[in-house]
């Protein structure tokens, strides 16, 4: 597959701010050791600078009253007014310093994530390349006129809205530790989107949805499936999941375009969740999403969550890697090593082992899960 990695140093220069879980950091390492494998050197993979988004495409999702206020909190107009004016407009929108704070230059920052997403699938459309990686993006909370769980503008839902206009179907599938709500809830009554999200259960953690009874409405129901797993589910149990549900239905769906949104935080080592998955676990659940690329033809990779530093821009090296037809040596390469410190592309250790009576639940909680998709789904979807 011809590969297009979007990239630009403008995604990281401005930000929450390194005290924030979503660290600039993360990308820019990411980049780093893409670059330190000359993983740019082959001529099937492209480094391709996004273009910025505009207001109409950011339209295509989200409310013009969201995005004109973002645009004026980002400028710092409305924080610099009287009266408190300005943090009253940020609560409205749900920015919150506690979780997604007012940042300037936000609305340019935000905004390039979704013209990354944009511009792979462009070049996705058209056939120049056949998968793009936008590793900046993923920000699968955001709402039409709301900011969520560090997200600012939903580069999944704006992409899937713009190839819907192209007349092509679209399956999402998101493994990211958190539930995709916000992208969910963007295509919950339409049957031209799959969504598949594989999350931490939304029990006493963010964003507490995402259980199989969410199904969708309408002319949508059968097309939302969620796979909630309990903490300490481990790469095993991960990946058995994954394979009943994930290839069976996005074949059976036979979408024009697969758009994954990859983010790392069920890392066993994650600090925002208890997912307990390795980089093995990762790159062989990239591994599926690949084959099932392959048999579509084309494949936009989102980023995502993942706020363990030295984790993320190992397990997208690898995620890059598959997409492109790459094997990089496990060692480090010294340019980066020399930065950050030596060591292993893949993990070289894993988690604790879970007690017995914690893998029977977790297995267990697993087995009801699925068996309450089928039940409900079974007039939509033929079940192996
Ligand atoms: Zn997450």
Redesign the pocket.
Known sequence: MEAAFLCTDELWSQGFGETHPLKPERLKRTYELLKAYHAFDTPDSHLVEPRPVSREELLLFHTAEYVDAVASLSDGLSLSKGRGEGRVQARRYNFRPDETPVFPGMYETAGLKVGAALTGARLIAEGQVQVAFSFAG?M??ARPALAS??CIFNDAAVVIHWLLRQGLRVAYVDI???HGDGVQAAFYDTDQVLTISL?QAGILF?PGTGFPEEIGTGAGYGYSINVPFLPYTDDELYLLTFRQVVPPLVRQFAPDVLVTQL?V?THYRDP??LLMLTTQGYVAVVEELKALADGIGRWLALG????AVDVVPRAWTLAYGLMSGQTFPDELPPAYGERYGPGWLHDTAGPEPADAWVIEDTRKYVEKGIAALRAQTQDVWRWE
Do not use: N, S
């Open positions: 993923g699968h909370h769980g560090f990211d530790v958190h999350h963010y983010g935080d925002l969740a995502g969550g993942g706020y």
